[in-house]
């Protein structure tokens, strides 16, 4: 199933309940480009191989093609988040769960931001959702386990194989490059390094871009009334909105999260920018072929690290690193509670 460009305008002026829905997914995928979208590309402007302004525009051409291409070869990451929860068969009590779960990721990535901390939009995405699921059913039942063990395996995956394929590549580059002309190594890399970082916002294109669209659709067909569709196709207009959202939210705020990345937590050298890019880029394609729902902000940030450990352990500003650790620890219990509260009051005033 699936909805054309002018069935959804037409519904958006005449149903109030889906006009809230989509601005509040909208308000997330923003959120998302300032906060996730900018670690594809942290490492390009940190090394200067690209200023922020034409690294945002590459990161919205390919953040593009990633959510297009992928979701023709694979759109399971999409049904995974898609199929998270089970808010009942009341659509009117799911829509409103769903629109309290989009405003806790709002209220809790936004606060990230404002300490320039790169939260994961993806365990935001899913406490949110959980939490609220949990305030309409009364309890766990609304929760399909199968795929939150699908999530996380995810983040178990991001964050052990991010570090590990950012050590590998960077031992690789240096053990390629060791006897070579630096002058000459360091213009290659700074060449390289902007393939790299289009690698990067293709895979995350590929990984948020579908998770949001799984939400995106689930929004809609509860706003009709639909509560019991299991099958859909994402429609091309929906990857336009949702690439070109996701780009302004970048425009708009990512350099706070680039400097937290790309400068503050590893000073990279072009080559060291270029070997994080490639592995996360390869942790991300991995996961996305398997219809596994990562992180890309555990993937690229830690396959910084990894980078970094790679030339020496203390070339990491650990301090950086814990501060983000301890956002993402929080980022299930915080978003969780937000849209659990959120989805009583919600339902209350409704």
């Known amino acids: 199933m699936t909805i054309s460009l002018s069935e959804f305008l037409s519904q958006l002026t005449t149903n109030p309940l889906l006009a809230v829905t989509v601005i509040l997914t909208l308000g997330v995928i923003m959120v998302n480009g300032g906060t996730d979208a900018p670690n594809a590309i942290a490492t390009c402007v940190s090394t200067r191989a690209l200023s922020p302004r034409g690294a945002i525009l590459m990161a919205a051409v390919f953040n593009f093609l990633g959510v297009f291409v992928m979701t ?15 808010f009942g068969g009341n659509t009117q009590a799911a829509v409103t769960a769903l629109c309290a779960a989009l405003v806790a990721i709002v209220v809790w990535s936004g606060t990230s931001w404002w300490f320039g901390l790169p939260t994961s939009e993806s365990h935001a995405l899913v406490a949110g ?24 395996y995810g983040i178990l995956f991001s964050t052990l194989m991010g570090f590990a394929f950012g050590w590998i ?52 067909f509860l706003a009709n009334g639909q509560a019991n569709v299991t099958d859909f196709r994402i429609p091309v207009w929906l990857m336009i909105l949702c690439s070109a959202t996701m780009a302004f939210g970048t425009s708009v705020g990512g350099y706070r999260i680039i400097k937290t990345v790309g400068m503050s937590m ?85």
């Not at 998770?211 to 659709?217: A, S």
Request: charged residues 15%; glycine residues 14%; aromatic residues 10%.
């Open 169 to 220: 590549s960077a031992k690789i580059v240096e053990g390629i490059c060791r006897n070579k002309d630096r002058r000459r190594t360091t213009g290659f890399f700074g060449n390289a390094q902007i393939a790299g970082g289009a690698a990067m916002a293709f895979m995350h294109g590929a990984q948020d871009g579908q998770k949001f669209m799984g939400v995106f659709m689930l929004g809609i």
């Open 72 to 86: 023709m070869v694979n759109a399971s990451v999409a049904a995974t988040i898609y199929n998270l929860v089970d």
């Open 266 to 350: 590893v000073k990279l050298e072009k080559y060291q920018g270029f070997a994080a890019d490639m592995a996360g880029a390869a942790c991300l394609l991995v996961s996305s072929l398997t219809g596994l729902p990562v992180s890309t902000t555990h993937t690229k940030t830690t396959a910084i690290m990894g980078v970094g450990a790679a030339r020496r352990v203390s070339s990491v500003n650990w301090g950086v690193v814990k501060d983000m650790c301890m956002t993402w620890v929080f980022a299930f219990p915080g978003c969780g509670l937000i849209g659990f509260f959120m989805a009583k009051l919600f339902m209350w005033l409704v």
């Open 129 to 152: 959702l959980a939490g609220a699921a949990i305030a309409v059913h009364g309890g766990f039942g609304g929760i399909n386990g199968h795929e939150c063990m699908k999530v996380l």
